[in-house]
């Protein structure tokens, strides 16, 4: 993990209905961050995001579902 992330609480949407684990998870806990990885593998990788720009995707997003 990302010396960055260390102390990100992570968290699954509550929309989530996948109990298999193929889901994303957010941590939004951080100053100036928002961090999400993929829930299989919790010690991969991250994407960090401004929280600006993820306000911005997630708009996005709930537009086109």
Do not use: H, Q, Y
């Not at 102390?7 to 109990?19: F, V």
């Not at 911005?56 to 537009?63: C, E, L, P, Q, V």
């Amino acid at each position: 993990m990302a010396d960055g992330l260390v102390g990100a609480r992570w968290r699954k949407s509550t929309r989530s209905g996948d109990n298999n684990g193929n889901c994303v998870e957010v941590a939004g806990n951080l100053p100036n961050i928002v961090a999400v990885r993929d829930s299989k593998d919790p010690g991969g990788p991250s994407l960090t995001f401004s929280p600006e720009a993820w306000t911005s995707f997630i708009r996005a997003a709930s537009r086109t579902s």
